[in-house]
C-alpha cells in the first residue's frame, strides 16, 4: 500500500476476493501508540447489508483506486462499537494542534514492520478545513496530544508487536483488574490469540469477566481445539451459557470435542483441518493452504474424502503433503495425489501416543476417524506439544 489519506480510504468500496463490491468503508480505526511508535490502523468502519461492522485491517488485502480488497471473501456481520482505547479518524479530523487544526491523516506501511501506520498529520488553519484546501503535513508526532495515553492504551501500544505468546507472558503477570482493562483494548481476534497463548485457568478468568455476547464472540475466533481447552476449566453453568450464545455450528463443534477425553486424539484435534474432494484441483487446495487465516501445522498438508467435506465427512481418503502438491500440474486431481500415509487415529486415543505416531512418521498432523472411516479432523504437533510440556512452560520462553 502506498501513502493514502484517510479520507480517501473512507470512500472507497469494499471488495471481496474477487474484487465484486460488498460494501463501503464509512471510517477508520486507530488504536494506541507505544512510546516510540506512530499510531496503528488497527481496522475499520464498513457498512454491509445496511450494518455497520469491524474490519479487522489484517484481512485487507490491498488499497486500489476501485476500493479495499479482502484476502478471503469471509466477512463477519456482527456490528461495530467502539474500544476503549481506539479512536475513529473522523474523530482526529478537526482537533486543534496549536493555532492549526487536523484536516487529515497520512496512512501507510511502515518500512519494517507490519500492517499500517498512520505516518503523518495535514494541519491547516481553523478556516480552511470546510475548503478541504491543502495544508501543511508533518509528523504523527507533532500532533502526539491527539492520540490516547492513558495507562492500558499505552501498554497495549508498546505490546502491539509482540507475538501473542510473548503478549500472553506479560498479560499473565498483570493483576485482574489490569488484565480486564487490556482484554477490554484487544479486538476479539487478537484477545483469542492471546488466551490460545495463556494457561487454561488465567484465559478462563479472563473469559469469565467478559460480558456473555463478547466471550462467545472470542471463543469463535479461537482455533476450536484451543476454545475447548478453556471451556474445560468453566464451571459447568458458565460452559453451557457460553455455548448456547454461540452460532450453532461452532457449538457443535466445541460440544463434540467436550465429548472426548481432554488427553486423547478426539480432544487434542482440529475439528476443522483443510478439507478437500478428491476431483478438486492441485490449484484450488494450494490456494487454500495459501490462505493466511491458515496455520502453517494445518497448510502442511489436505485431507482428502468423499463428499460430505465438512467433518464429520465421507470416507476419508488420504493425505496430499504440500511438498506433493508443489511437484505436479495445477490441474492435477487430488484424487491421483493421495499417497500412502500413516493409519488414521481412533479419537480415544492416548495423547502420548499421537505424539509417538507424529515422530514416528515425521509428521506435523494426523488424521482423526471415527470406526466408519469418516473424518472428524486432525491432531497436529504444536496442539500435541502444548498439552505434553509442563505447566507454567510459557513463562520460562523469554
Request: aromatic share 4%; with cysteine.
Amino acid at each position: 500500500m502506498q501513502t493514502a489519506f484517510a479520507s480517501r480510504v473512507r470512500r472507497l468500496p469494499l471488495l471481496d476476493a474477487d474484487g465484486m463490491p460488498i460494501g463501503r468503508v464509512e471510517d477508520v480505526i486507530i488504536g494506541p501508540r507505544g512510546s516510540q511508535r506512530p499510531p496503528r490502523v488497527i481496522g475499520f468502519v464498513v457498512q454491509v447489508q445496511r450494518r455497520q461492522i469491524f474490519l479487522n485491517a489484517n484481512r485487507v488485502g490491498e488499497v486500489e483506486a476501485s476500493g479495499l480488497r479482502l484476502r478471503t471473501n469471509a466477512v463477519d456481520l456482527r456490528r461495530f462499537r467502539l474500544r476503549p482505547g481506539e479512536l475513529l479518524a473522523s474523530q482526529v479530523v478537526g482537533a486543534r494542534v496549536g493555532d492549526e487544526v487536523v484536516g487529515d491523516l497520512a496512512l501507510g506501511p511502515a518500512d519494517d514492520e507490519p500492517g499500517w501506520w498512520v505516518h503523518a498529520v495535514q494541519l491547516v488553519g481553523p478556516r480552511v478545513l470546510r475548503r478541504r484546501r491543502a495544508g501543511r503535513v508533518v509528523s504523527w508526532s507533532a500532533g502526539a496530544d491527539l492520540w490516547h495515553s492513558d495507562d492500558a492504551a499505552a501498554s497495549l501500544g508498546e505490546w502491539w508487536d509482540l507475538h501473542p505468546a510473548d503478549l500472553a507472558v506479560s498479560v499473565a503477570q498483570l493483576p485482574g483488574e489490569g488484565r480486564r482493562q487490556l482484554a477490554d483494548l484487544l479486538d476479539d481476534e487478537d484477545l483469542a490469540d492471546v488466551l490460545a497463548e495463556l494457561p487454561d485457568a488465567t484465559a478462563g478468568d479472563i473469559l469469565e469477566g467478559l460480558d456473555v455476547e463478547r466471550a462467545a464472540d472470542v471463543l469463535q475466533e479461537m482455533e476450536a481445539d484451543d476454545a475447548v481447552d478453556v471451556l474445560t476449566v468453566l464451571p459447568r453453568p458458565a460452559r453451557e451459557e457460553l455455548l448456547q450464545a454461540m452460532a450453532p455450528d461452532e457449538a457443535g463443534a466445541l460440544r463434540r470435542l467436550l465429548s472426548y477425553g481432554g488427553d486423547t486424539a478426539g480432544g487434542l484435534m482440529n475439528p476443522a483441518p483443510v478439507v478437500l474432494g478428491p476431483d478438486a484441483m492441485v490449484a484450488e487446495a494450494l490456494a487454500r493452504i495459501r490462505d493466511p487465516d491458515v496455520l502453517a501445522a494445518e497448510a502442511a498438508q489436505v485431507f482428502v474424502v468423499e463428499p460430505p467435506l465438512v467433518t464429520p465427512t465421507g470416507r476419508y481418503l488420504g493425505t496430499v503433503s504440500f511438498q506433493r502438491l508443489l511437484r505436479e500440474p495445477p490441474s492435477t486431481p487430488l484424487g491421483r495425489c493421495v499417497g500412502q500415509g500413516p493409519a488414521p487415529l481412533r479419537p480415544d486415543v492416548a495423547g502420548v501416543t499421537v505424539a509417538r505416531r507424529l515422530a514416528a512418521y515425521d509428521s506435523l498432523a494426523l488424521p482423526v476417524c471415527d470406526g466408519s472411516g469418516r473424518l472428524l479432523g486432525a491432531v497436529s504437533v504444536d496442539d500435541v506439544l502444548d498439552r505434553l510440556l509442563p505447566e507454567g512452560w510459557r513463562s520460562s520462553v523469554r
